[in-house]
């Protein structure tokens, strides 16, 4: 099994980026995916999850209104659309199986991805 982030970089305050997550040795829409970003000395933290089930999006606050997650079955690749960008959203975003633990929290699952850098700067 093989996640492979791409679509990250450098973008201004207010830019916009799209991520991508290509899948081999699993079918992505077999499983509710997710992103999860990591900045320098902070924790990992859920961004977005869209389910297996019925195709259903959940945000976090933060990004709310402003990123939006989607997938393509047919090129098995999940996607997370980053508009309004902020110098907060800088981080590792990686993409991930995930589920809703026995907190009632967003966690990742078994696959993860190595992870795209995402830099919003001026």
């Known amino acids: 099994v093989q996640l492979v982030e791409s679509g990250g970089g450098m973008v201004q305050p207010g830019g916009s980026l799209r991520l991508s997550c290509a899948a081999s040795?699993?079918?992505?829409?077999?499983?509710?995916m997710g992103w999860f970003r990591q900045a320098p000395g902070r924790e990992r933290e859920w961004v977005s999850s869209?389910?297996?089930?019925?195709?259903?999006?959940y945000y976090a606050d933060s990004v709310k209104g402003r990123f939006t997650i989607s997938r393509d079955t047919s090129k098995n690749t999940v996607y997370l659309q980053m508009n309004s960008l902020k110098p907060e959203d800088t981080a590792v975003y990686s993409c991930?199986?995930?589920?809703?633990?026995?907190?009632?929290?967003?966690?990742?699952?078994?696959?993860w991805g190595p992870g795209t850098q995402v830099t919003v700067s001026s």
């Open positions: 869209i389910s297996s089930r019925n195709g259903n999006t």
């Open positions: 991930a199986t995930s589920y809703i633990d026995v907190r009632g929290r967003w966690s990742a699952g078994t696959y």
């Open positions: 040795g699993l079918t992505l829409g077999d499983y509710t």
